[in-house]
């Protein structure tokens, strides 16, 4: 079964693989309204929408283990982005 979460959030399409996500919590550090960490201590959703998109887009990129992906309205992969940070 696979561990991709999704929801879609101010038009962006936000995928957690759970199964990649090591714990760090760098993400609920920057938007702790957006994500938490459950009780395997792996990213959860909260509220995504209640975080800025700018702020929700600096959350998923800080994930040092790419296990959060973002895709804008055009089907286009803007997280991880690596470049201009
Ligand atoms: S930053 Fe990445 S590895 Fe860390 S908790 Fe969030 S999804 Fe998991």
Sequence with gaps: MSRL???VVH???VVID???CVGFGDCV???PEGFKLDED???AFVEPEA???ERLLRACDA???DAITVWDETGRQIVPS???I
């Design 51 to 53: 975080v800025e998109r």
């Design 18 to 20: 759970r199964d990649q």
């Design 41 to 43: 201590s792996i990213a």
């Design 5 to 7: 979460v999704e929801r």
């Design 29 to 31: 550090k920057d938007a």
């Design 82 to 84: 690596r470049v201009g």
């Design 63 to 65: 994930c040092p283990v």
């Design 11 to 13: 038009g962006l399409r």
